[in-house]
Nanobody, 124 residues
Framework: QVQLVESGGGLVQAGGSLRLSCTAS????????MGWFRQAPGKERDFVAA????????NYADSVKGRFTFSRDNAKNTVYLQMNSLKPEDTAVYYC?????????????????WGQGTQVTVSS
């Protein structure tokens, strides 16, 4: 089992920044592919960013490329999502996800473990 706890959400004005954190427990963190997804009211849960357990290239959704940055700190069992130049359309609940031995895919169904989500609201 893997437990994921997100933090760092909040209310920010358009153009502002937030950094989300997700801390994992219950399994060797370095064996986990980690991803971020988001879900706006009435919409599907969409891919944001992810990286394979082996590291390497980070996949980003086109809508966040150049604005969001994924990072991970294996020593702290934590991944981060730095969000800059935020837009009102970024408003959503953001979820952290993990897949054992995964490749950091954009496919939501690949991830076995999910956090409880953290709300991000961007005002215009």
């Amino acid at each position: 089992q893997v437990q994921l706890v997100e933090s760092g959400g909040g209310l920010v004005q358009a153009g502002g920044s937030l950094r989300l954190s997700c801390t994992a427990s219950g399994r060797t963190f370095s064996s986990l592919a980690m991803g971020w997804f988001r879900q706006a009211p009435g919409k599907e849960r969409d891919f944001v960013a992810a990286r394979a357990w082996t590291g390497g290239i980070t996949n980003y959704a086109d809508s966040v490329k150049g604005r969001f940055t994924f990072s991970r700190d294996n020593a702290k069992n934590t991944v981060y999502l730095q969000m800059n130049s935020l837009k009102p359309e970024d408003t959503a609940v953001y979820y952290c996800a993990a897949e054992i031995g995964g490749r950091g895919t954009m496919a939501r169904m690949a991830y076995n473990y999910w956090g409880q989500g953290t709300q991000v609201t961007v005002s215009s």
